[in-house]
């Protein structure tokens, strides 16, 4: 972790009435940190909250928005709940599939854009729903979809 | 009958998310009437007199929920349950995201009746926007006085801890979550004890949803017999209900329980099937409750007419289909959401589920066998009521019932070896 | 008491009593997966689901205790369904390769599938694919497809060893038992979740595919390796140890050991053995009869003569030991502290382990329970996981791992005479505490004397355990294996030896290796004229030798070891020993003179020693609640081939029998 984020680690020991609660809100600023929680982190969490590293694998591979690899820099998730499902969900991720060139959960090489179809994510009444890095994209369309793309890498080619 | 707005009076007021629009509008009016004019034990009166019952799923009384807290001194802990994950539910989502100070003001209310000073919110993981949301609205009460230290003067404290799940569904059944809260997988646990006497950090705690606390507000406000007196007897007071799947206009509706059948709900409210569609089947209650088919649709919207009609209320999340939907693959769909769900904790959920779902997922390839839809009904059999938590039940409602009410056309799928209706689902 | 009925059956049991157990004591059987007597229940597995009349679901018989008029059934159409569902559910990803599986014959699942199961599955699609035969240390083997996910295994790890070294990984039908990426199952109570993984998924690797279970005969033992003293049973074929597991003792183990009980028998078979007794000639170690060489040591043992050692060796033959000492050799130089340890046994009132299920307050004084005492560990950690008070007073602190309250001090005599005269909190604690108990590593003159004080500093019940010794180190100092009348201790025997003041020295079993000043000795070595050594396995030690008797290891004979409460055990020979070795005792009654056997030379110490043998030596102490035998495990053929195995002992052979008649007393 980087010194901030051990800094935010550290104070999270203290915010909850039992340490043992730090442990998730710890594995999201290492998520939030690197994409994805690397076998080096884990030994850094285990050590912060004086457990071993198997009980924060235990804990870590529990929780599906915690990341054993790599993803993108824009992780889209795409909602397969059925109310979405009933609203066109499948064309959505077989769009992004086609004009990534990804397969389910794949990265596309640049690193740019991993693609997860996830379940139901409490937006039924705006199916087909997406998200990308946890904001919600309601409502959402093929076009919607292909202008986000090509603005994140109009963005990022302009930044690099 | 129309929507009867009392959490979402204000919803769509602008600025209602902002702490100062929000009291113009009445807000915190009954956290002030609780602290400063009642007692504790007064405010549970009033709850209790509303009859108010848990908006999370199960139907609990809520009163009835807190009076079982023992009064030996221990911590008491309030926790608000914002996991929000069955299929075909968003309500809490709205409150969380528009009007986040009616839930404020509901959790600290109430953690004020059972006497708990510290308050937690659980919100999934996916709720990191509405994280944020929270965490500025307490920042804003805060300021008010309404958390901290010294709630209002009145020298009693309630402190509110946000807490982001990391993606599970089972981390809303009540003792998950608090296995979540601690840090731990999110395995529910053995009952008893229950959460009044053992709950987080083994200590008395009371879970409610983030609807029932909001609840509390309006409670307050107009009082427990009046609120008692909207909706029927047994289910007291008005529901969201969530709409959404092949309808007009999807969304949030609140109503009058029992006032409403689900047939309104549907056509008049949400403006029925789109255009030149019609309605093949309902789940009402989110995705673990069994079907109705439209025969049953004027069944009224309560706990206890739904559940005469064979189905739940359950969280509220009615989920509609039109006849382009395939019932097979919407229960597939919904299989493998339960599957992917299980926490893996005990063998009938764990195994039945991954079973169901191949079983399933053949039939609707079109792999279908002789005796497939028999083993189904059987193994569903096997996992009913028999599971550590209810998550079994509610992974084979919609299967279940399914299997009764649309038999033809699962057993098509095995005849013609595939969907009859073509590619609609899936 | 409450009364209900199961299964038709009138059924008292004591309030709390779970439907299982009270099933159990009616005679009824209720299958189980997760369920184990020694753990909190979890209810997880769902194989013991039972139908109590008025609650709407079946419930699960592991998790529910009894209720006052209950009516439970376990044997009606819809239980048996229940039973067949659950295993049905669990046979359908199961890689079903009982022909090769090493758990074959005592595997839970086999076992409750052929009373319980379904007589076919209907699954007939694809089985999970996870990783098998995969070592995950030197000892463990797991293979994850057989594995039920009943988490007896990470229960173990998590709650009773303290130590999560081993968890689930992902949820739902993908969660799969593992350690964590790139670590080994290290713990040194890591063969317990061998011992309790119903199925096939966790192995031994020592005892992979070494035989079927059910070719394996068993023998009642005690382990050699610590003073806690668990209870084991060999199992062997043709004679050799393949394995050893626990043999549940309600007041001393729990039905856990640790590893170097569990696979400390590699000795035994593998790597050298002493097989003939030696004598010393010249340069030379020569291979003689067991009559050269007792003549040879009874020759050398001379004038000013010790002997040291015995805290492996039997109590009968620590016993025999002494005599030889005091009574043929008249010598008062006897002592069997080879290790730094000043007492074996407690002043004041001796502890017992079951003193923990009661105890407020325990003072761990020098103790390093991990080496000294892990089993005992355990039980402390089970209870102060339910509030007991553990304070830890000196600079070894290693407990364990449990959590617990640590005093660094370099005087722990000091510190203990301060908390005996209620100062500080911890003082006051101790003087209020209903019941303490002290363990102690055994060590320091003063730190007895300070014990000693504090107990009569105390009105309440207050008890001290010796951690620090080996397996039969109380029985040692019991039977008077310490200097008597002006006689000289281990340091003073190796001081006259050193100065050559010391014409022989014998020593019972055990290693110098062990004595903490290693100068001393070397110099005792080099100017002691005869040395006589019995032991079991060649050393340095028995390479300097004038006389080597080789031993029967523990498992091979027959006798009793005195555990760190007193407790006196029986072990059996089960293994076959190498031919030409023999008991300790056998040894030893030789040269006393007696003609006796194991039974009688038993006999002579409960005569000396008869509190010993008594099963419970304190008045209201905690009775036994009556052990659990896991289903899995074959019934205990104990005490068979004790009788069959033992040879005659040697003196009848070898030794003329006219010259038996002259020494017998
Ligand atoms: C599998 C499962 C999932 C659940 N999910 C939620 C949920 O997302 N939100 C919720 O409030 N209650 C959920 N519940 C119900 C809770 O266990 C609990 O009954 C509820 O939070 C109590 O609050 P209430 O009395 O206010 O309804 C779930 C229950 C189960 C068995
Ligand atoms: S490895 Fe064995 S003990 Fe562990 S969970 Fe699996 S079946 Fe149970
Ligand atoms: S033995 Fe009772 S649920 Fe497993």
Redesign the pocket.
């Given at each position: 972790m980087n010194a901030e984020n051990l800094a935010k680690a550290k104070e999270l020991l203290h915010r909850f009435p039992k340490k043992s609660s730090a442990l998730i809100p710890m594995l999201h600023l290492v998520e939030d940190e690197f994409g994805y929680i690397p076998e080096a982190e884990v030994q850094v969490v285990a050590d912060l909250m004086g457990v071993t590293p198997a009980y924060v694998e235990g804990v870590l591979t529990f929780y599906t928005l915690f990341h054993r690899q790599p993803t993108g820099k824009y992780l889209i998730q795409v909602c397969r709940g059925l109310s979405c499902q009933l609203n066109g969900a499948d064309e959505l991720s077989r769009f992004l599939y086609d004009e990534l060139g990804v397969q389910r959960n794949g990265t596309t090489p640049d690193g740019l854009f991993t693609v997860e179809e996830v379940e139901c994510i409490a937006l039924c009444k705006d199916a087909p729903a997406v998200q990308i890095n946890l904001d919600f994209y309601p409502n959402m369309t093929k076009e919607q979809l292909r202008s986000f793309l090509d603005k994140a890498a109009k963005e990022v080619r302009s930044g690099a | 009958m129309p929507e009867k707005r009392l959490l979402f009076k204000n919803i769509d007021v602008p600025g209602i998310d902002g702490i100062e629009i929000y009291e113009q509008h009445g807000g915190y009016q009954s956290l002030r009437k609780a602290v400063l004019d009642m007692t504790p034990d007064a405010v549970l009166q009033e709850v209790m007199t509303s009859n108010l019952r848990g908006r999370g799923g199960a139907g609990f009384p809520t009163g009835r929920k807190w009076s079982f807290l023992p009064k030996d001194g221990r911590t008491r802990y309030l926790v608000c349950n914002g996991d929000e994950s069955e299929p075909g539910t968003c309500k809490d989502q709205e409150i969380i995201y528009r009007i986040p100070h009616l839930l404020i003001e509901g959790v600290l209310t109430s953690a004020y009746a059972i006497g708990a000073e510290d308050a937690f919110i659980y919100l999934r993981g996916e709720f990191k926007t509405g994280y944020r949301i929270l965490e500025r609205a307490i920042a804003e009460a805060r300021a008010k006085g309404y958390v901290g230290d010294n709630v209002l003067g009145s020298g009693r404290r309630v402190e509110i801890t946000l807490y982001l799940g990391a993606g599970a569904y089972i981390c809303g059944e009540e003792t998950a979550l608090l296995e979540s809260l601690e840090g731990k997988r999110g395995n529910p646990r053995l009952k008893p004890p229950f959460p009044a006497t053992a709950g987080l950090y083994s200590m008395p705690t009371v879970v409610n949803n983030v609807e029932t606390l909001s609840a509390i507000v309006p409670i307050l406000q107009m009082g427990g017999a009046e609120y008692a007196k909207l909706g029927t007897e047994r289910s007291a007071g008005t529901k969201l209900f969530s709409v959404s799947g092949n309808v007009r206009r999807p969304g949030n509706y609140e109503v009058e329980l029992g006032k409403v059948t689900l047939r309104e709900l549907l056509y008049d409210i949400a403006g029925g099937p789109p255009e030149g569609h019609e309605f093949k089947a309902a789940i009402p209650g989110g995705s673990s409750v069994p079907f109705l088919t439209p025969e049953k649709f004027d069944t009224p919207l309560d706990y206890e007419s739904l559940q005469a009609a064979g189905t739940m209320l359950g969280s509220g999340g009615v989920i509609v289909l039109d006849e382009r939907a395939c019932i097979v693959g919407s229960t597939l769909r919904l299989m493998e959401f339960y599957r992917h769900e299980s926490c893996g904790k005990c063998t009938p959920c764990r195994e039945g589920t991954m079973w169901l779902n191949q079983v399933l997922q053949r039939i609707e390839s079109g792999e279908g066998r002789p005796g497939d839809l028999e083993t189904l009904a059987d193994l569903c059999s096997n996992i009913d009521g028999q599971t550590f938590c209810p998550l079994g039940d509610a992974a084979i409602g919609a299967l279940a019932s399914g299997l009764r009410l649309f038999h033809d056309e699962y057993e098509a799928h095995i005849t013609k070896g595939g969907c009859p209706l073509g590619e609609v689902v899936r | 008491m409450i009364n209900l009925t199961i299964d038709g059956r009138e059924v008292q049991v004591e309030p709390g009593t779970l439907i299982l157990d009270a099933a159990k004591q009616a005679g009824i059987e209720i299958p189980v997966f997760?369920y184990h007597p020694r753990m909190d229940p979890v209810a997880a597995c769902r194989m013991c689901l039972v139908r109590i009349e008025k609650m709407p679901k079946l419930q699960p018989a592991c998790a529910t205790p009894v209720a006052e008029g209950m009516v439970v059934h376990t044997d009606t159409d819809e239980v048996r369904k229940s039973h067949a569902g659950v295993l049905e559910f669990l046979l359908a990803n199961h890689p079903l390769d009982c022909p090769i599986c090493d758990k074959g014959g005592e595997c839970e699942l086999q076992d409750n599938s052929i009373r319980y199961g379904p007589n076919l599955t209907r699954f007939a699609d694809h089985k999970r694919h996870l990783d098998k035969a995969r070592a995950l240390g030197p000892i463990v083997e797991?293979d994850q497809e057989?594995?039920?996910?009943?988490?007896?295994?990470?229960r173990f790890m998590q709650d009773v060893a303290g130590d999560p070294v081993?968890t689930l990984h992902d949820r739902g039908g993908h969660a799969v038992?593992d350690v964590a990426e790139g670590r080994t199952f290290d713990s040194i109570f890591s063969g317990n979740?061998i011992e309790?993984?119903?199925?096939g998924?966790?192995t031994s690797r020592p005892f992979r595919f070494k035989a079927r279970p059910w070719d394996l005969d068993e023998v009642e033992s005690v382990c050699p390796h610590c003073p806690v003293g668990c209870n084991i049973r060999l199992s062997l074929r043709h004679g050799e140890v393949k394995r050893i597991l626990s043999r549940d003792n309600e007041e001393i183990d729990w039905g856990w050991l640790c590893d170097r009980g569990r696979f400390g028998y590699g000795f035994l078979h593998e790597g050298q053995r002493l097989t003939e007794p030696m004598v010393r000639r010249g340069e030379q170690l020569v291979a003689v009869s067991w009559s050269e060489a007792i003549a040879a040591l009874e020759t050398g043992m001379k004038g000013r003569v010790g002997a040291l050692g015995g805290g492996r060796s039997s109590l009968e033959a620590q016993y025999l030991m002494r005599r030889w000492m005091q009574e043929k050799l008249g010598s008062q130089n006897v002592d069997h502290r080879v290790l730094p340890l000043t007492t074996a046994i407690a002043p004041g009132p001796v502890g017992r382990i079951d003193d923990v299920n009661d105890a407020d307050l325990v003072l761990a004084l020098d103790a390093e329970l991990i080496e000294e005492a892990p089993v005992f560990g355990l039980r402390l950690r089970r209870f102060e996981r339910k509030g007991l008070r553990i304070v830890s007073i000196g600079q070894r602190t290693d407990l364990l791992d449990m959590p617990h309250e640590d005093v660094h001090t370099d005087d722990v005599a000091k510190t203990l005479a301060q908390i005996a005269q209620g100062q500080g909190e911890i003082g006051d604690a101790f003087l209020k505490a209903t019941k303490v108990l002290m363990v102690w590593s055994g060590r320091g003159q003063d730190v007895a004397a300070a014990i000693e004080a504090a107990v009569k500093a105390r009105p309440g019940e207050t008890y001290t355990m010796v951690v620090g010794g080996l397996a039969n180190s109380f029985g040692a100092q019991a039977v008077g294996l310490v200097p008597g009348e002006g006689g000289l201790d281990a340091r003073g025997m190796l001081e006259a030896a050193g100065k050559g003041e010391l014409d022989g020295l014998f020593l019972l079993a055990d290693d110098l290796d062990e004595f903490p000043d290693h100068d001393l000795v070397a110099a005792a070595l080099n100017r002691l004229p005869f040395l006589a050594v019995a032991a079991v396995v060649p050393s340095a030690l028995t390479e300097r030798a004038d006389v080597v008797l080789p031993l029967a290891a523990w498992a091979e004979s027959d006798g009793h070891f005195v555990n760190m409460e007193g407790r006196a055990q029986r072990f059996y020979s089960g293994a076959t020993r190498p031919s030409g070795v023999y008991d300790d005792w056998q040894i030893m009654a030789q040269l006393v003179g007696v003609d006796w056997s194991q039974e009688e030379t038993e006999a002579a110490v409960r005569a000396e020693l008869p509190a010993l043998f008594e099963a419970h030596r304190r008045e209201g102490g905690p009775q036994p609640k009556g052990g659990y035998e896991p289903a899995a495990h074959a019934a205990v053929k104990a005490s068979i081939y004790h009788k069959g195995v033992t040879p005659d002992p040697f003196l009848r052979s070898l030794v003329p029998q006219a010259e038996l008649a002259g020494r017998a007393e």
């Open positions: - | - | 997760c797991l057989r594995c039920i996910q009943c988490m007896r295994c990470v081993l038992v979740t309790i993984c119903p199925v998924a966790l």
